[in-house]
């Protein structure tokens, strides 16, 4: 980082806090501390010689993190706007073994014509909703409600460049919307037969402000039953051995699921997300890719 291209860095704040990360590839620099060590000594350095002050190191939740990717000794200097990985909506505390994350629910909901089903007014269920990650999502998208909602950190609040009246009229559209699609009236349930899960589940909703839109409780998949209503997708990510317990019971339970699926959501779409093939051809079902 030469002179010059401190102005591509001048929102940083020379008494606030930064963070470097460093990766290479095909380079001659491969350590990655090393480099994001120099690159944090170099910007220092700089901002100290123009202000006389220098910004703290702060890995966690600093103002601004810089990212620096060097391929075949060409480095590209970036910052972070994010702050964390934007899967993470806010709503999840500790997780369970093996979590949906939260993005790849909402892609298989939007892949299986979830908005369109809610907006004609189709339920939805999840038979092994674990920590609810797919319920948390289908009403997300049902509701109109922006899925960094209750996120409360993002890598570009403290950066001196960053707008903030545009973004609170931004979160205040966000919040007008959540608050007219809450009124739309829809069936989002959950199941699981684990009483932690349920309880993971119910801590989730909660923080994602969902507590009166989405209903989950404990129940096997034996006692799985239509809630009622002719339409809706179902959409569930049943273990595949690599993921929760062994394959010698997963056959039985994934006929159980096609069994159910066959009995008492006909006319329903179902969306059945899982590692391993040969399992889903234990459905008893045709798919679609």
């Known amino acids: 980082?030469?002179?010059?291209?401190?102005?591509?860095?001048?929102?940083?704040?020379?008494?606030?806090?930064?963070?470097?990360?460093?990766?290479?590839?095909?380079?001659?620099?491969?350590?990655?501390?090393?480099?994001?060590?120099?690159t944090k000594d170099a910007i220092v350095d700089q901002l100290r010689e123009q202000t006389g002050s220098r910004p703290n190191v702060d890995t966690r939740r600093p103002d601004v993190r810089i990212n620096v990717y060097v391929y075949r000794d060409v480095a590209t200097l970036g910052i972070d706007l994010a702050g964390e990985a934007l899967h993470r909506r806010g709503y999840r505390g500790a997780s369970g073994a093996a979590p949906l994350k939260e993005n790849?629910?909402?892609?298989?909901?939007?892949?299986a014509g979830w908005p369109q089903i809610a907006k004609d007014g189709g339920a939805f269920v999840d038979p092994m909703c674990g920590s609810g990650t797919l319920p948390i999502e289908a009403a997300l998208i049902a509701?109109?409600?922006?899925?960094?909602?209750?996120?409360?950190?993002?890598?570009f609040l403290r950066w001196r460049q960053h707008d903030a009246q545009l973004w609170m009229r931004v979160l205040e559209d966000a919040r007008a919307r959540a608050a007219q699609?809450?009124?739309?009236?829809?069936?989002?349930?959950?199941?699981?037969?684990?009483?932690?899960?349920?309880?993971?589940?119910?801590?989730?909703?909660?923080?994602?402000?969902?507590?009166?839109?989405?209903?989950?409780?404990?129940?096997e998949l034996a006692a799985l039953e239509n809630p009622g209503v002719e339409h809706g997708l179902i959409a569930v990510n049943p273990p595949y051995g690599e993921r929760l317990g062994t394959d010698s019971d997963l056959p039985e339970l994934y006929a159980l699921l096609g069994a159910k699926l066959r009995e008492q959501f006909a006319g329903w779409q179902a969306a059945v997300l899982t590692g391993n093939p040969v399992l889903g051809t234990r459905l008893g079902i045709e798919a679609r890719a």
Not at 104 to 111: E, I, T
Not at 143 to 155: K, N, V
């Open 1 to 38: 980082v030469t002179a010059p291209e401190v102005q591509e860095i001048r929102g940083v704040d020379p008494q606030g806090s930064i963070a470097c990360d460093f990766a290479s590839a095909a380079s001659q620099m491969t350590h990655s501390q090393y480099g994001a060590q120099k």
């Open 181 to 219: 699609g809450a009124k739309l009236k829809l069936r989002i349930l959950g199941f699981d037969r684990d009483r932690d899960a349920i309880t993971a589940a119910l801590a989730a909703i909660d923080r994602a402000g969902l507590a009166t839109l989405v209903h989950v409780e404990r129940r």
């Open 104 to 111: 790849v629910a909402a892609g298989m909901l939007l892949r």
């Open 143 to 155: 509701h109109d409600r922006a899925p960094g909602l209750t996120r409360e950190y993002f890598g």
